[in-house]
């Protein structure tokens, strides 16, 4: 049975003036699949990520993501997605359960559906007892974990991580990382970035991006054989001395 495709990216290339951002990229994610979107500061990468949820318009090329174009379909792709930054989109002044029935009305989901998933959401963190916590007194590295649970709260079939592991220790990385994984068992595709080398060896696919370009693609394995490195950092360090722009 063909795998399928839930992100397709052709030639997608974005311009502010003379400057290109992204350089015709062109590559595929599968559903389930954990894909690591990678580059150091000033590659490209949250551009592209921009476009690939809908929120900046291509200048050349075209791109699909669960199913829609995102020049001409951008809403749609906003409905069936989940996305999470370095900063936190919870509320500090509300309480963790608060929170989930808020954005469980900003999705649409029905009053009884969002209660359901409270206690499934919660049961699963092992955090039955802190649904009355204000989010403003949790440590960071739960606030972390509420937020990615968030970003699938609606059930989406792609979720997009943008360094969602910035500013935590390595044992809250790790927690969180298993998140990620529950979450592809599921079936939802995972499209992350990150600047932690040891994050790149738990995806399944990892893209490097240099200067706009995407300059190498494939399994860490793959990556590491391909460019003579013991780890990811080797592979990344000997693209990115390559880059020609900076921040």
């Known amino acids: 049975m063909r795998e399928e495709i839930v992100i397709r990216a052709e030639g997608l290339t974005k311009k502010f003036g003379s400057f290109v ?114 989010v403003g007194s949790l440590p960071m590295g739960w606030k972390q974990k509420l937020s990615f649970s968030l970003a699938i709260f609606h059930e989406p079939g792609i979720v997009f991580l943008d360094e969602p592991t910035g500013g935590v220790d390595p044992v809250t990385r790790r927690q969180f990382w298993e998140l990620i994984y529950r979450a592809a068992d599921r079936g939802i595709t995972v499209f992350v970035t990150t600047h932690y080398m040891d994050e790149a060896e738990y995806c399944d696919r990892v893209s490097i991006m240099v200067d706009g370009r995407i ?29 020609k722009r900076g921040d």
């Open 21 to 134: 951002a992204t350089d015709h990229i062109t590559f595929e994610v599968r559903r389930g699949e954990i894909f690591g979107f990678l580059g150091a500061n000033g590659a490209g990468k949250t551009t592209a990520m921009r476009m690939l949820c809908g929120l900046s318009q291509p200048s050349e090329g075209r791109a699909q993501v669960a199913g829609y174009d995102v020049a001409t379909e951008y809403e749609q792709v906003k409905r069936h997605i989940g996305y999470m930054s370095q900063k936190f989109s919870l509320y500090d002044d509300l309480t963790v359960e608060e929170n989930l029935r808020l954005f469980g009305g900003i999705y649409g989901m029905e009053r009884g559906r969002v209660e359901e998933k409270i206690g499934e959401l919660l049961g699963e963190l092992g955090f039955e007892t802190g649904r009355k916590t204000m």
């Open 215 to 243: 300059d190498a693609l494939g399994t860490p394995a793959e990556l590491k054989a391909q460019f003579g490195g013991p780890t990811m950092y080797e592979v990344f360090y000997a693209l990115a001395r390559t880059a």
